[in-house]
């Protein structure tokens, strides 16, 4: 069982750049797959980008490359987004997720466990 807790989201100006953390319960967590997903008030929720378990492959959106980094610290059970440049379209509520499965995908049934989510936004 993994249980994981997203922090960092808040109000920025656009521009401005965010580190949301993804911090899990569990022994067994270095070995899973993490994923941010987003969701924006009446959308659906959407991959952002995902890492693996050793933090050398990674996966982002189209909408994001370039702008978002996705890391890992397994010594501290915590998963990083760091979000450069944002834009008011990345107002969303950020979710994390774990995956037993193998490869980094940016499905969301393959994810195992989910987090609260954390907000964030950006006013136009």
């Known amino acids: 069982q993994v249980q994981l807790v997203e922090s960092g989201g808040r109000r920025v100006q656009a521009g401005d750049s965010l580190r949301l953390s993804c911090t899990a319960s569990?022994?067994?967590?270095?070995?899973?797959?993490v994923g941010w997903f987003r969701q924006a008030p009446g959308k659906e929720r959407l991959f952002v980008a995902g890492?693996?378990?050793?933090?050398?492959?990674?996966l982002y959106s189209d909408s994001v490359k370039g702008r978002f980094t996705i890391s890992r610290a397994n010594t501290k059970n915590t998963v990083y987004l760091h979000m450069d440049s944002l834009k008011p379209e990345d107002t969303a509520v950020y979710y994390c997720?774990?995956?037993?499965?193998?490869?980094?995908?940016?499905?969301?049934?393959?994810?195992?466990?989910w987090g609260q989510g954390t907000r964030v936004t950006v006013p136009s």
């Open positions: 997720a774990a995956s037993a499965n193998g490869a980094v995908t940016s499905t969301p049934r393959m994810y195992n466990y």
């Open positions: 890492v693996d378990w050793g933090g050398a492959e990674t």
């Open positions: 569990g022994r067994t967590f270095p070995s899973y797959i």
